[in-house]
């Protein structure tokens, strides 16, 4: 290890192990490693020094007595700019309150990475390039070195790389003194400063981050499905990359970052191939899977602890991502319902838990101890502590939270007659549109619940996922309320399980429950409650064929009436799905609600669409509860233990959706130590690499698979279109928003494969996202696919929802908005049309620039864009550089930028948009050219749009800061986005 006191590399040799785990290990013999608190453990690993193989957190070490293994301790997860260098986008770790962040690292662990990367420098672990920059930049750190340690002189080639000692000394006489003039140089610059050794320690650090980037990131050789050889790169600040070969040849692109997987899984190679080799499985959120293939069991466990480590760091503490390299400390801390290691802060000194060194428990303060942290807990839940003279009463604990015409009669709803109906609307050229939909037609005798009728499809309506069901609309027809959804071919899931017993195995029922479950998931992200998961709830659209190997697919339906406003006796009647806390106390429905009712749908299914408890009154299932019973449990244990976990009595201890997925996909795959049946194992369609596809363009549809749903936005050159693309034409396919020309001119058709290009290099939180191409008519007409973003545009969201809005939420938007810019202006990109309009929302909490129609990209040579073809342009926008002289340039953004933060404080109200009141103040009469002629005038003597109403006084100012007339003194947005943030630290108090 490398100790911050002893300042030398020490290795520690595993000899006479047995039996011990990496985390055990670490505890018992490396800590306690001066000044490093529990609280960092989880960027260090354990790596063998033979190989350079790290070693998962549960790895169990058998040695025999005669054996020796080399092991190194070393910071393995490692986060770029974690020491704010002022970039918008840098590593902390979350205080307690806002405001308390800390760095990743303290002086400690900082130290601590500096002798362990000095080593790697010096001893050539890193492969460092042999130019004269590089040189120049390695006497540098050779100069921190040894002002580090304070020396008033030294041999310099000690202090730099082995290989570059080597290569100067093959250097002629001229060349060595010229590097001697340079070293003396540094030493005279150096001299001069007064930082201190923690300051050269981190500069040093600094200097290597952006010399050696090989120094905290892993390369990993594998081969993908189609074993063609790829290069997998993770890296802390931008997740997991690949390459084509065995290094970086080709471009580097983007598989996904940590948050956004779910799930890994490893099992056995194939068959055909090396007994050693295992196939690792990484499931995103979108259900895009990556296969790969990794040579041996210790590589495919080194990658995996990897990116299971770094999910922790950035995503959930405390979720694990595959079993297979659980940290044993997290299982506890998970079995326990257990927050893991804190900074210790002295408002907490008096709660503090704590394990001695024989494995025993105790609460600071108190003498009696105990064999596991559960006991501890079950004994003080119900206790009084004083302490300073103050008593309080523990409670309950607090687990760890984790991070939606002629009529057919079909079915009775509870509250809703349902009928068949079709739905007809016409395109842009005259044709019909025609589509199977099902009407729900609230009952005439509840139109007391109408409120809360609309409000589930309000929420459906305003969602997309492939597995809820698309909602329409709603139809107000004299005293009748409709509600307007999709049709599902084979009917509620409990029926179809009852008629189809015998033809239903637990791989078909385990396929459907994932998809429930990534349907929860979906809603939990967004941080919505269904309220009425059950399988008469769940549709089946369609059913499996083995033949063609398609699975079986599920839509869940809208929730009805919320549970929140029926009376009791309908709750009550509704157990086991309504859960204990919901018959307490309906105004209880929360996110964990969904859960315990997913628990029982998974019951539902096991089980063959039976009903549980139905053979029980209402009085004896107020006992079921009462008495906390758990439903009878299936033979399969781990599939009884997901369901009585989602089924907790205690809310706050089911598990995440995401948590459930896992497990689920668990079921799946046998223990990867045993040979796999592939047979048994559902054919899912991954992520495949570019190279691995007959077709080279896989993001390209094809016309007739496009369904048109309805259309969602006309312009003068184009319209946008909800689609959904459905290969299987059983409405299974994906929702998406669809952008074709009005007129295929041979111009027109160039600057819009021009915006898809654009869009297609772009990946970002807060830029829409790009999905393919559709071609038609032999290539002459082009559609781009986009994801669809149900919300619709921030400037109709905004009017729409002005009444649930404050300034932190309009804050939140404009710092977005400014990351996405940030990102489009490191592209050298301008987008030329940036307004609320062409601003898309995502959700309640995220919205994504769009529209890249007028984008342009920056000349190398210049730092503006002069556009010379003439065209239809959002004047009222513009600055002033770009009316008179048609310059557009990053700091023309920023000057839309500004007229989009008075769009945001104006909650986009048509009477004081930006043309409404140019055009009051030049007078309406104005017409044509005389607008712009105008415009340009009054921009030129200072007139700018006014602070809207309630408008914050810093808002205004960074305003008029974007308006400035002068292009070189308005902010930047990376600027913008640390203005803004101040602003909303400040709402936050």
Known sequence: ????????????????????????????????????????????????????????????????????????????????????????????????????????????????????????????????????????????????????????????????????????????????????????????????????????????????????????????????????????????????????????????????????????????????????????????????????????????????????????????????????????????????????????????????????????????????????????????????????????????????????????????????????????????????????VVVKILDKAHRNFSESFFEAASMMSQLSHKHLLLNYGVCVCGDENMMVQE??????????????????????????????????????????????????????????DWKTGSLPFIKLSDPGISITVLPREVLVERIPWVPPECIENPQNL???????????????????????????????????????????????????NLINSCMDYEPLYRPSFRAIIRDLNSLFTPDYELLVESDMVPNRRGFTFPWASENQEPAQFEERHLIFLKQLGKGNFGSVEMCRYDPLQDSTGEVVAVKKLQHSTAEHLRDFEREIEILKSLQHENIVKYKGVCYSAGRRNLRLIMEYLPYGSLRDYLIKHKDHFDSKKLLLYASQICKGMDYLATKRYIHRDLATRNILVESEMRVKIGDFGLTKVLPQDKEYYTVREPGESPIFWYAPESLTESKFSVASDVWSFGVVLYELFTYSDKNCSPPAVFMDKMGNEKQGQMIVYHLIDLLKQGYRLPAPDNCPKEIHKIMTECWSGDPSMRPTFKTLIHSVEAVRDIKDG
């Open 590 to 640: 929360s996110l964990a609600t969904d859960k315990w009712a997913f628990g029982t749908t998974l019951w539902e299914i096991c089980s063959g669409g039976e009903k549980p408890l139905s053979t029980l009154d209402c009085s004896k299932k107020n006992l079921f509860y009462e008495d906390r019973h758990q439903l009878p449990a299936p033979k399969w244990t781990e599939l009884a």
């Open 1 to 436: 290890m490398y100790s911050a006191l002893i300042k030398q590399p020490v290795l520690y040799y595993s000899k006479h192990l047995h039996d011990l785990t990496q985390s055990k290990l670490i505890k018992q013999t490396l800590f306690p490693c001066p000044g490093i608190a529990p609280v960092y453990c989880s960027l260090f690993g354990l790596m063998r020094d033979s190989d350079r193989i790290w070693f998962p957190p549960n790895h169990i070490f058998k040695l025999q007595q005669s054996d020796s293994e080399k092991l190194l301790f070393r910071i393995r997860h490692y986060f770029p700019g974690w020491y704010n260098n002022g970039s918008s986008f840098y590593a902390h770790r979350y205080g307690v309150s806002k405001g308390t962040e800390t760095p990743v690292m303290d002086d400690c662990v900082m130290a601590y990475l500096f002798f362990q990367w000095r080593s790697d420098f010096l001893n050539g672990w890193v492969q460092i390039p042999l130019s004269h920059e590089s040189q120049e930049e390695c006497l540098g750190l050779a100069v921190l070195d040894m002002m580090r340690l304070a020396k008033e002189s030294g041999h310099y080639k000690s202090f730099l790389p082995r290989c570059m000692r080597s290569r100067i000394q093959e250097y002629n006489i001229l060349t060595r003194k010229r590097i001697r003039y340079r070293f003396r140089r540094f030493i005279q610059q150096f001299s001069e400063c007064k930082a201190t050794v923690c300051n050269l320690k981190l500069k040093y650090l600094m200097s290597l981050e952006m010399l050696l980037p090989s120094l905290f990131l892993e390369r990993f050789q594998v081969t993908d499905i189609s074993a063609h050889e790829v290069t997998i790169i993770v890296m802390g600040n931008k997740g997991i990359q690949w390459s084509k070969g065995k290094q970086e040849e080709g471009d580097v692109q983007t598989f996904c970052d940590f948050p956004e997987v779910i799930d890994i899984s490893i099992k056995q190679g194939h068959k055909e191939g090396s007994v050693e080799s295992r196939i690792v499985t990484l499931t995103r959120q979108d259900n895009q899977i990556l296969e790969l293939e990794f040579h041996s069991l210790p590589e495919a466990l080194s990658f995996v602890s990897l990116v299971d480590g770094y999910y922790r760091l950035v995503a959930d503490a405390h979720h694990y991502l595959c079993k297979e390299v659980a940290p044993p400390r997290l299982l506890e801390c998970i079995q326990s319902y257990c927050h893991g290691p804190y900074e210790t802060m002295v408002d907490c000194k008096h709660c503090q838990i704590m394990k001695t060194e024989s494995g025993e428990y105790i609460l600071s303060g108190a003498k009696r101890s105990f064999g596991s942290l559960k006991e501890l807990l079950h004994c003080y839940q119900k206790e009084a502590l004083c302490t300073d003279g103050y008593t309080f009463q523990l409670t309950r604990c607090c687990p760890p939270s984790p991070k939606g015409q002629c009529y057919i009669t079909l079915g009775q709803g509870t509250f809703t007659k349902i009928f068949c109906g079709v739905r007809k609307e016409l395109g842009d050229y005259g044709e019909i549109h025609q589509i199977d």
């Open 487 to 544: 049709y599902g071919k084979f009917g509620s899931l409990d029926i179809y399980l009852k008629k189809n017993k015998s033809s239903v195995n637990i791989t078909w029922k385990l396929e459907v429950a994932k998809q429930l479950a990534w349907a929860m998931h979906y809603l939990e992200d967004k941080n919505l409650c269904h309220g009425n998961v059950c399988a008469k709830n769940v549709l089946l659209i369609r059913e499996e």
